[in-house]
T-cell receptor
Framework: KAGVTQTPRYLIKTRGQQVTLSCSPI?????VSWYQQTPGQGLQFLFE???????NKGNFPGRFSGRQFSNSRSEMNVSTLELGDSALYLC?????????????FGPGTRLTVL | KNEVEQSPQNLTAQEGEFITINCSYS?????LHWLQQHPGGGIVSLFM???GKKKHGRLIATINIQEKHSSLHITASHPRDSAVYIC??????????FGEGTQLTVNP
């Protein structure tokens, strides 16, 4: 089975732009979670999607949004980029989510905002 | 105070040593995860625990729900074990809250 894939792997944007990141979960997995990792704040939960619905949301501003498609692929969007949005963005998939499910992580997208 | 505290933050060991990384948390959880992150960013799930003890190869993870404490042990450590080890708790659905990580370096 193919693992979790994320595209693109690296991205450079400038302040004020917007960006869309993509995550394809393991086949059969219906839950996708997104995380942000920065040197200062560490790993932080962004949101979780299950069956095309956002089921859980972390403490991030509304500039961060996401969606999930019927094939369980997920995208996250960051609008009006700020320097502080520079980070490694990771997604993880699990069978059904909802707790007590092993999460499988993708390789991440490294976003640099100039 | 963070909900998840890991210790130590940094750990240097000689090949073959027995290693212990500790994780304490302050809230009720549905599960606790141990993750491994190598340079470059990729994260691998090592264990998911809700009680007791699990073993996989040279790695052992234990959890004490009453004391809100978990440990990750590595027996016969090897330089390839060098990585950041992260403890994460599940409190609400799939939402994970992470510790700051333990940077482990195993020297040959």
């Amino acid at each position: 089975k193919a693992g979790v894939t994320q595209t693109p792997r690296y991205l450079i944007k400038t302040r004020g732009q917007q960006v869309t990141l993509s995550c394809s979960p393991i086949s059969g997995h219906r839950s996708v979670s997104w995380y942000q990792q920065t040197p200062g704040q560490g790993l932080q939960f962004l949101f979780e999607y299950f069956s095309e619905t956002q089921r859980n949301k972390g403490n991030f501003p509304g500039r961060f949004s996401g969606r999930q498609f019927s094939n369980s692929r997920s995208e996250m969007n960051v609008s009006t980029l700020e320097l502080g949005d520079s980070a490694l963005y990771l997604c993880a998939s699990s069978l059904v989510g909802g707790g007590n499910n092993e999460q499988f992580f993708g390789p991440g997208t490294r976003l640099t905002v100039l | 105070k963070n909900e998840v505290e890991q210790s130590p933050q940094n750990l240097t060991a000689q090949e073959g040593e027995f290693i212990t990384i500790n994780c304490s948390y302050s809230v009720g959880i549905s599960a606790l995860h141990w993750l491994q992150q190598h340079p470059g960013g990729g994260i691998v799930s090592l264990f998911m625990l809700s009680s007791g003890k699990k073993k996989h190869g040279r790695l052992i993870a234990t959890i004490n729900i009453q004391e809100k404490h978990s440990s990750l042990h590595i027996t016969a450590s090897h330089p390839r074990d060098s990585a950041v080890y992260i403890c994460a708790i599940e409190t609400s659905g799939s939402r994970l809250t992470f510790g700051e990580g333990t940077q482990l370096t195993v020297n040959p």
